[in-house]
């Protein structure tokens, strides 16, 4: 069973016919979202959800930034945790995802990858924190690893992080998506952000088992955007 209709959920439509597993994957849709209505939707659907299915393996997608100095502090955030703690608090069968910022086909605009890139191609100002950096994670890895994690029966009742082991300066991605769309951004730099290591302990292992390689910045824009630059090219 999956809950939700956006790039994650959809990742998963496979999980639609397994009884016994519910994907939670209708979250709030943006970080920098502050509308407590959105909040409190979220909050009440999983508290529904874990009434109403008990049994079941209750997956929930949180995030990594929960942890990040800089962050961990924002109104997201403080949301993210009080759902970690209802699903802690209400579940004896569940598995906490945190991701990073995840790339995908589609996703919202709101996205990392998805705000840069079309601000930059619509020459929209936006602003640049000089020192921070981003973990960008392919969903078809988010994927991979969570069937591994279900499918061996790991983690079960436990918070489990997915990113790289490497971050990029946010500064190299703007460079990166304005060589590609051959364009120049229109950023304002503050010397703010810092970079602040995801720890993978958990997931590293099975990267390592299933063959799993972080790929380039580059490779995972061209990847996922193709279409987007030889239209922008052309």
Known sequence: MVVGNGMIAKAFYEYNSVDDILIFASGVS???????????????????????YPKKLFIYFSSCSIEFP????????????SIEKLIQATSGNYIIFRLPNVIGKGGNPNTIINYLFDSI???????????????????????????YVIENNLYRNDTVNIAYEKSILVEDLIQTIETLLNKKSLKSIINKGSDFKIDIAKVSWIMKETNMQQPSIESLILKY??????????
Do not use: C, G
């Open 70 to 81: 800089d962050l961990k502090d924002t109104k997201y955030n403080i949301h993210k945790l």
């Open 225 to 234: 955007k193709i279409h987007e630059l030889r239209v922008n090219n052309d």
């Open 30 to 52: 943006s970080s920098n979202l502050n509308l407590e209505s959105e909040f409190t939707r979220e909050y009440s659907m999983v508290k529904n959800f874990l009434q109403e």
């Open 121 to 147: 191609k619509e020459y929209k100002e936006f602003f640049l924190w000089k020192y921070a950096t981003r973990n960008i994670v392919d969903i078809e890895d988010v994927v991979k690893i969570i069937q």
